[in-house]
């Protein structure tokens, strides 16, 4: 059963789960993938939520990770894995599934990301995401990091995180529902844009990336 406070994904949340429309939106469409490719591991780039919790059901093999800023990835932060999406300690071609839910735009570099990514997937291993999209013309850098020191164009936005705090993870992209597909696919994915309604009182979708690694 769901309730939407707003008819948006944030806003509709699982009465039973306590989860929202937008934790849960990525869910339908790996279940879509799976019914088509065998799926034996994954990552998800967090140690909590909706997705994992499906993942860990489903899957004989789960890396949860978070990321630690000046922390090597591999390496244990208090029992909890450090993965940087930019630069993982995974090997290449050794993972089935890649997912996470609001991560991308807080990745200096998203490109070297998805092409992180698209190296440590077997090739028709798939990327499943979701971001803040915009419908902007195209993707907006909102901060960049220059010579190790971080520069904000404008007024710098940070989001929440339940591993650092309230507004504790700064914002760098602000990215476009015009232009998502295209950057992502430049990795070496073909792309689908997927709209997702977990409820009937979710007027609004959920946008979930679905990016298969090309063979």
């Known amino acids: 059963m769901f309730v939407s406070l707003r008819p948006d994904p944030f806003m509709t949340r699982c009465l039973r789960c306590r989860a929202n429309g937008t934790n849960l939106s990525l869910i339908p469409v790996i279940r879509e993938h799976m019914a088509g490719t065998p799926v034996r591991k994954a990552w ?3 140690t909590y939520g909706a997705t994992l919790d499906f993942l860990r059901r489903e899957l004989p093999d789960v890396v949860a990770s978070e990321y630690f800023e000046g922390v090597a990835s591999g390496t244990l932060v208090d029992g909890v894995r450090c993965e940087d999406v930019q630069a993982t300690s995974f090997a290449d071609a050794s993972l089935d599934l890649v997912t996470s839910n609001q991560v991308f735009e807080h990745v200096p570099d998203d490109l070297a990301g998805y092409a992180e990514c698209a190296r ?3 090739p028709g291993g798939a990327l499943v995401f979701s971001v803040p999209l915009y419908d902007i013309p195209v993707t907006r850098r909102l901060a960049r990091i220059e010579d190790g020191r971080v520069i904000v164009d404008g007024e710098a936005e940070y989001h929440d995180s339940r591993a650092s705090g309230p507004k504790s993870v700064l914002t760098f992209w602000r990215h476009s529902v015009h232009d998502i597909a295209a950057r992502v696919a ?6 689908a844009l997927r709209e997702v309604r ?6 609004h979708p959920a946008f979930v990336v679905y990016a298969m690694r090309r063979v």
């Not at 430049?186 to 792309?191: L, N, Y």
Request: proline share 0%; hydrophobic share 50%.
């Open 120 to 122: 440590i997937l077997r």
């Open 44 to 46: 998800e780039m967090s």
């Open 186 to 191: 430049a990795a070496g994915f073909d792309v």
């Open 198 to 203: 977990v409820a009937t009182s979710q007027r």
